[in-house]
């Protein structure tokens, strides 16, 4: 048995109000005066004069705001690399991500192909980067998706979704401020926040757990059940468990795998667009079969919030629509394996996929 080692995110400021510290945190890490920060962050934040005046712009630094509505491709990821390039004197000092994992996960991406030749679709896959990142900076503003501690970077190709998962893919530095999440819109934020909580049961009842998934997953789980199913906690108290548990979840999966209603979602991402968080819980509603206690607590959650999911999603798609999906989640090896075992092909047969994808 050869056990994998995992690089862990190496530096994390937490606390309410850390995002202020984050000029003091850069000045360090500058490599010349040609040699700018980029910051890259969520176009929701483009109006917000609060969060832009906490970031003192120096030298030739930029500030380019990104749309998080669709989900990061690589080809968007290689036309930002082009950019940052044109716009820059030297090779950049440092990524900053500012956003939702869709942003976490663009910084990430264009920091490893800042520094490695190619395009950005060449590296979909294992521990195919070759060089080191630049040094890149996450910050979330919203909680859910642990992309600020994970290993990847989940991409849409020309022919698959599926992330660059690499020792050189996690954050050199992460700034957990929860006062950043404090406008999430209700519907979002409880999207997002799922995410975290499949994460740890796709963690938690997959066959590849061991003590170290287990026991982030359990604390994260905990967590969950606390924000979304009490009701004594304050905005503050919530917002801020909700970024551990995030935090925890992507833990738990970095030493494990997700499951079903992941692999499944990817396949609605890839053909219909249908984003990660929503498109989770779409699938993750239907798989009583595989999750029963997960999904009956998860059913629970969603009437606590007032929650209405998207129905019918697929009732219109053709064969060849359904085969395209089925191949993009069936692809997924690992997924597969961790939440039905070896044999999970056995179990998990394109038919059996299809009928599940036409209930939702
Ligand atoms: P997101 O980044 O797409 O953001 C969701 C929405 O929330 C957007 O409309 C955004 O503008 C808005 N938003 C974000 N912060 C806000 C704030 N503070 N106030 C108001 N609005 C705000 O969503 P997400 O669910 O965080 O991320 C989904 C993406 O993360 C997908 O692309 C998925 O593939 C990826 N993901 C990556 C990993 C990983 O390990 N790398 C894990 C899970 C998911
Ligand atoms: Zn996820």
């Known amino acids: 048995m050869s056990y994998k080692n995992f690089p862990m995110v190496p530096r994390v400021i937490f606390g309410r109000g850390s995002f202020n510290q984050l000029n ?8 010349g005066i040609n040699a700018p920060f980029i910051f890259l962050i969520d176009d929701v934040f483009k109006n917000n004069s609060w969060l832009k005046s906490r970031i003192e712009l120096s030298y030739d630094d930029k500030i380019i705001f990104v749309s998080s509505k669709e989900e990061p491709k690589t080809s968007q990821v290689d036309a930002l ?19 939702g994992g869709t942003l976490l996960d663009l910084a990430k991406a264009v920091s490893i192909m800042l520094t490695n030749n190619g395009e950005a679709k060449d590296y979909q896959g294992w521990d195919l980067v070759k060089n080191p990142a630049l040094y890149h900076v996450g910050i979330p503003t919203i909680s859910g998706t642990g992309a600020e501690v994970s290993r990847t970077t989940v991409l849409t190709g020309p022919e698959k979704k599926l992330g660059i998962n690499s020792d050189y893919t996690p954050f050199d530095q ?11 819109p209700k519907a979002q934020w409880f999207y997002t926040g799922m995410d975290c909580y499949i994460h740890c049961i796709e963690s938690l009842t997959g066959t590849y757990l061991n003590a170290f998934s287990e026991s982030y997953g359990n604390m994260a789980l905990d967590l969950c059940k606390q924000i979304f199913l009490e009701d004594n906690l304050s905005d503050l108290e919530s917002q801020e468990k909700l970024m551990m548990a995030s935090w925890h979840g992507g833990m738990s999966i970095a030493y494990s ?3 079903v209603a992941h692999a499944m979602s990817y396949g609605l991402s890839y053909l219909l667009g249908t984003k990660h968080g929503i ?25 606590k919030h007032n929650i209405t999911l998207p129905q019918g999603i697929c009732s ?9 999906m089925i191949n993009i989640s069936l692809g997924l090896e690992p997924l597969w394996e961790n939440a039905l075992g070896k044999n999970w092909k056995k179990i998990m047969t394109p038919q059996k996929l299809k009928d599940l994808y036409k209930k939702m």
Do not use: W
């Open 174 to 184: 992460v700034i957990l401020d929860s006062e950043l999440t404090k406008d999430v």
């Open 81 to 99: 690399v082009e950019d940052i390039i044109l716009m820059s004197k030297e090779r950049p000092s440092g990524i900053i991500g500012i956003g």
């Open 316 to 324: 219109d798609l053709s064969d060849r629509e359904f085969d395209i």
């Open 257 to 259: 795998q997700v499951g």
């Open 24 to 31: 003091e945190v850069l000045a360090p890490k500058r490599l």
């Open 279 to 303: 498109g989770n819980c779409i699938v993750f509603d239907h798989l009583e079969e595989f999750y029963p206690e997960g999904v009956k607590l998860f059913k629970r959650m969603k009437e």
